[in-house]
């Protein structure tokens, strides 16, 4: 288990939110514990600042991650090189 997934899971389960929203929370941090798994704990970092940032947004991306895992059958390299390739031409981050 990465690190920081269990240092987030325990700062998110002391923080008051409501049930729905809490339970939201959880799901996209372990859709995108699965999606991280196997890749160096910098990439799980980008994927929760934007989970951070835009909950919604990084829903998406893990959507798009697993689609193109499942369906492509893409190697590790090429899910980080896409994960950097996103991050670094968005010119908010």
């Known amino acids: 288990m990465n690190?920081?997934?269990a240092q987030r899971q325990k700062q998110r389960g002391t923080l008051e939110v409501q049930p729905k929203e809490r339970d939201a929370k959880f799901e996209l941090d372990d859709y995108i514990n699965r999606l991280a798994s196997g890749l160096p704990s910098y990439f799980y970092s980008l994927l929760?600042?934007?989970a951070d940032a835009n909950s919604r947004n990084a829903e998406?991306?893990?959507k798009f991650l697993s689609f193109e895992s499942d369906t492509g059958n893409i190697k590790p390299?090429?899910?980080q090189t896409h994960i950097i390739f996103?991050?670094?031409t968005?010119?908010?981050s």
């Open 3 to 5: 690190p920081l997934y």
């Open 86 to 88: 996103i991050f670094y």
């Open 60 to 62: 998406l991306l893990c």
């Open 77 to 79: 390299s090429t899910k």
């Open 90 to 92: 968005d010119p908010k």
């Open 48 to 50: 929760e600042r934007a």
